[in-house]
């Protein structure tokens, strides 16, 4: 079974910038899609974007325009680069492989 692994949370103010990693444990990563997903306390999980094995992309509303995925599968890795940040993307980061989550990572952003 793959595993996934999140990395690139931390506090930033609102308007800033952070990049989230998610690196696979294994090659089977490059040839499936990935999500992201996100949770905000009190909240259900919700859809961020995604990215297929040729790099088609897909985002959720909340996020278009500002957030961008995309995968460099020799890394088995998948970025998720978030520009102007507001207070509403506070939550926790999931990376999605064939139902597979890793542990997430926190992104606080500050008003």
């Known amino acids: 079974q793959v595993e996934l692994v999140e990395s690139g949370g931390g506090l930033v103010q609102a308007g800033g910038s952070l990049r989230l990693s998610c690196v696979a444990s294994r090659s089977s990563f490059s040839v499936n899609a990935v999500g992201w997903y996100r949770q905000a306390p009190g909240k259900q999980r919700e859809y961020v974007a995604g990215?297929?094995?040729?790099?088609?992309?897909n985002y959720g509303d909340s996020v278009k325009g500002r957030f961008t995925i995309s995968r460099d599968n020799a890394q088995k890795t998948v970025y998720l680069q978030m520009r102007s940040l507001k207070p509403e993307d506070t939550a926790v980061y999931y990376c999605?492989?064939?139902?597979?989550w890793g542990k997430g990572t926190l992104v606080t952003v500050s008003s």
């Open positions: 999605n492989l064939l139902g597979t």
């Open positions: 990215i297929t094995r040729g790099g088609n992309t």
